[in-house]
T-cell receptor
Framework: NAGVTQTPKFQVLKTGQSMTLQCAQD?????MSWYRQDPGMGLRLIHY???????DQGEVPNGYNVSRSTTEDFPLRLLSAAPSQTSVYFC?????????????FGPGTRLTVT | AQKVTQAQTEISVVEKEDVTLDCVYE???????LFWYKQPPSGELVFLIR??????QNEISGRYSWNFQKSTSSFNFTITASQVVDSAVYFC??????????FGPGTRLSVLP
């Protein structure tokens, strides 16, 4: 199993540009989520999905969109990049939200918005 | 609302010292799960342990041990005889059945040779 994969690993955008961060998992997990990690703030939840066709907002959803057309994929779209979105982004998956199961994380995408 | 506090922002120890990382959580639910993750300098997040609210037994895994105390809402993590490879950011997290994870801000541990 590849686990959770994310592409790209690094990205530089200019203010106003849009892009999609890709996330895929091959563990047949129903639950997937996106976090951003900023210094001193831990991991903050952006969006999550409890299954194909179902998404919901997390703690910091503004400026981001998600969709979940398949169990495997959960892309994160930045609509119009802003410097405040400079961060490291992690995708994670789990058998179910909360419950007894830990989350498996992808390697992260380091995004810089200039 | 759920909350996780890791009051120690950074800790530095010399190799072979023991070190304890504190985690205090807040929840009104009686069923919940606690986790520790390690983030080494390479950046990935590595799962270390999961504990449910009904199991207060302490756990030991090699040089790692965890002390769960419901009375003080704490889930502390101790590394015995620390090594340079233990240098990382450590996150404590809380989850409630059917809800999302809440992470603490992390503690950066530096183990000096």
């Amino acid at each position: 199993n590849a686990g959770v994969t994310q592409t790209p690993k690094f990205q530089v955008l200019k203010t106003g540009q849009s892009m999609t961060l890709q996330c895929a998992q091959d563990m047949n997990h129903e639950y997937m989520s996106w976090y951003r990690q900023d210094p001193g703030m831990g991991l903050r939840l952006i969006h999550y999905s409890v299954g194909a066709g179902i998404t919901d907002q997390g703690e910091v959803p503004n400026g981001y969109n998600v969709s979940r057309s398949t169990t495997e994929d959960f892309p994160l779209r930045l609509l119009s990049a802003a410097p405040s979105q400079t961060s490291v982004y992690f995708c994670a998956s789990s058998y179910s939200p909360g419950a007894t199961y830990e989350q498996y994380f992808g390697p992260g995408t380091r995004l810089t918005v200039t | 609302a759920q909350k996780v506090t890791q009051a120690q922002t950074e800790i530095s120890v010399v190799e072979k010292e023991d070190v304890t990382l504190d985690c205090v959580y807040e929840t009104r639910d009686t069923t919940y799960y606690l986790f520790w993750y390690k983030q080494p300098p390479s950046g990935e997040l590595v799962f270390l342990i999961r504990r449910n609210s009904f199991d207060e037994q302490n756990e030991i895994s090699g040089r790692y041990s965890w002390n769960f105390q419901k009375s003080t809402s704490s889930f502390n993590f101790t590394i015995t005889a620390s090594q340079v490879v233990d240098s990382a950011v450590y996150f404590c997290a809380l989850s409630i059945l059917g809800q999302n994870f809440v992470f603490g801000p992390g503690t950066r541990l530096s183990v000096l040779p």
